[in-house]
């Protein structure tokens, strides 16, 4: 299938839906691992918006991205919870021992903040690719990268 | 042998999963029979991953488990990680469970369990009581939004069912993005069909034939576990075209959220779910008159939601029996972050913060001295000891210049750095702001420089914060621009030292 194919099916798949907008996103994503712009055209025209109208709500969600994030992406808590049990420290010195700060992806590995993830009562919380890790330190989460990305 | 695994996100984030295998390996390995059950969490979140084994019928608990303390499940004599009868421990056995009466006692996604333990009899009375009756019931209740506003639930449903049109709908908001609030997300994994019924109430008591369950990207097994229990209720017949077969339609539908923490602002959320940028609206129109898709619609949270199938099998008075003054029924508490103790403890409201901190949590997870617990999320204020007679209510939070919120409770010990955490607020206030507004816009982010230059020792600068807050207070548009000088000043207020350390250190 060609990437119009794709993005056709993907289109055929919620035509007709209340509110479809992000659902077709969030399909996008999955196939592509981001919402690439020339998209923007085809799903205003499919859902009669402007192509404005399209890209200015990609824009507004973080989860939307312009380009594909590194094949592992390890999301890293930085709210208050996660702040009570050493979170900041823990994000300061994975970004050490890592070499790469939040928001930046290096080969293979994406870093990136995440403002909870409902593990609050096992903080401080990450997620490396699905897997969700409480009572994260940043030894165990490096652990968990050297295994993926083996 | 009969074994309850937790499936719920913070006990496979603590390596459910990896007990869980073991448990089958040795089972195997032993050629003994043993019964896996995959159930919700207790919400005793410490002691996860917290294995169950079934002994002269009496569920026993273990935890925290590791692969490595389960050979010992399987041979005579006592298990180091054993806690006796699991509603025993005083935790649990301390609780009032309404809402969250079946979770962790059953497989989630079990029909047969849901109907073994109550299920579906709200959704039964209330097609036997019809519309009307119902709403009546809720209203009597005294329940009211448990999402923060704490608005009472019977006048929003009375507003949407008096609203004359073909299609209404109703809208669960479990865009769950306070730090310190996991309480839906751990009713959606755990004891899914509940949201569903309250859902299914609601409609029939408005006359909505529609639902949306609106669920952040952040929680992929509630997402999961939602739609596999919506399938689940649509092929027995249970919602679809009629409800149980006798009742009028109503349907539900997942829709994901996309990670915006301003979208669990009703207006932005009811944006989001129509295909916008999840910019909030300007109030009236009530959602409730013109929500989604300019429908009537009934936005609530799960919890407000899920409380409903008890109310109407046990009647509102009986649910109003909970509680205090104004603030009926019982309130899932979420204690959360430095506390040796954290998880979800359900209890009618009432209870005192320095016992909710001390006796329930057992003080800090690190053993130094308590120094302050932020009450409702990131708008929340923080509360000193010199609050901890204060009653976990609505009205109580309030006059104290605070909220009860989502009911999360994130527990500081003395290291916390309050100006961090007063920073910290601004910054995530301009970080998920709509951006609709110019007090919340702009505001924040002036927030976040004036407190650095509070930090580098600036002696006018924080009048001019007082000033601006007040500034955010009074003049935003919602709850994220209104609400996030509350844990600034708190934490001004009660560490007044921390804002002016730089200053004395400079001269």
């Known amino acids: ?150 | 042998m009969k074994v309850w695994v937790p499936c719920d996100a913070a006990a496979v984030a603590c390596g459910a999963d990896e007990v869980a295998a073991a448990i089958a390996s040795a089972a195997g390995l032993r050629g003994e029979e043993v019964e896996i059950i995959r159930n919700g969490t207790r919400g005793m979140i410490w002691l996860e991953p917290l294995v169950e084994v079934e002994r002269d019928g009496v569920r026993h608990g273990f935890g925290p488990m590791t692969p490595e303390d389960v050979p010992a499940l399987f041979e005579a004599g006592d298990h180091p990680k054993a806690l006796g009868p699991v509603e025993d421990i005083p935790f649990f056995a301390k609780q009032t469970r309404l809402t969250f009466a079946r979770c962790g006692r059953t497989d989630p996604l079990s029909l047969a369990d849901y109907e073994a333990g109550e299920g579906w009899r709200g959704l039964r009375r209330a097609l036997d009581l019809g519309a009307e009756k119902t709403v009546e019931e809720v209203t009597t209740s005294g329940l009211r939004g448990r999402g923060g506003a704490g608005f009472p639930t019977g006048i929003k449903w009375k507003t949407v069912a008096g609203a004359e049109d073909a299609q209404k709908y109703i809208v669960c908001n479990a865009d769950e993005g306070d730090s310190g609030s996991f309480a839906d997300r751990m009713l959606m994994e755990g004891d899914p069909f509940c949201l569903i019924e309250g859902m299914a109430i609601a409609g029939l008591a408005v006359g909505a034939t529609k639902g949306f369950i609106y669920i952040r990207s952040e929680y992929p097994h509630a997402i999961r576990t939602m739609v596999a229990a919506i399938n689940a209720a649509q092929s027995a017949g249970i919602i679809g075209d009629s409800l149980m077969g006798q009742g009028p339609a109503f349907d539900l539908e997942v829709r994901v959220g996309a990670g915006a923490y301003i979208c669990g602002e009703e207006t932005s959320l009811l944006n989001s779910l129509e295909g916008k940028r999840g910019m909030v609206r300007a109030k009236p129109p009530l959602p409730a008159l013109e929500g989604a898709f300019g429908k009537p619609t009934v936005v609530n949270n799960v919890l407000s939601l899920a409380a409903v199938p008890w109310i109407m099998t046990h009647g509102g008075a009986a649910y109003a029996e909970f509680g205090l003054g104004r603030s009926r029924g019982t309130i899932p508490i979420q204690i959360a972050g430095n506390v040796k103790q954290g998880g979800l403890f359900e209890t009618a409201f009432g209870m005192t913060l320095g016992t909710l901190i001390n006796e329930i949590g057992g003080g800090t997870a690190s053993g130094r001295p308590f120094k302050a617990v932020q009450v409702g999320g990131p708008l929340g204020a923080y509360h000193g000891p010199d609050d901890f007679d204060l009653r976990v209510c609505y009205e109580a939070f309030a006059d104290q210049g605070g909220l009860v919120g989502h009911a999360g409770f994130v527990v500081h010990d003395e290291s916390a750095d309050m100006l961090a955490l007063a920073r910290y607020a601004m910054e995530f206030c301009a970080i998920e702001s709509c951006g609709k507004c110019t007090p919340c816009r702009i505001g924040a982010v002036r927030g976040m420089e004036t407190l650095d230059r509070v930090a580098a020792g600036d002696r006018e600068a924080i009048e001019l914060l007082h000033e601006l807050c007040e500034v955010m207070e009074k003049g935003s548009l919602c709850a994220m621009g209104g609400f996030t000088p509350y844990p600034v000043r708190s934490a001004i207020r009660l560490f007044p030292q921390e804002f002016s350390r730089i200053e004395e250190a400079a001269e």
Do not use: N, W
């Open chain 1, 1 to 150: 299938m060609t990437k119009d194919d794709r993005l056709d099916a993907i289109l055929a798949a919620h035509a007709g839906r209340e509110g479809a907008l992000l659902p077709i996103l969030h399909d996008l994503q999955a196939e592509f691992g981001c919402v690439p712009a020339d998209c923007y055209q085809p799903i205003a025209d499919a859902l009669r918006l402007s192509r404005a109208e399209v890209s200015g709500v990609v824009s507004f969600y973080h989860d939307f991205r312009d380009a594909p994030a590194g094949k592992h992406v390890i999301k890293l808590c930085r709210a208050e919870a996660c702040q009570s049990m050493g979170g900041a420290e823990m994000i300061a010195r994975l970004e050490r021992a890592l070499g790469m700060k939040i928001g930046e992806t290096k080969g293979d590995v994406t870093l990136e903040a995440v403002y909870c993830l409902g593990l609050c009562a096992c903080a401080p919380a990450a997620m490396v690719g699905d897997r969700l890790v409480g009572r994260a330190s940043s030894e165990r989460i490096e652990a968990l990268v050297a295994e993926v990305s083996a």
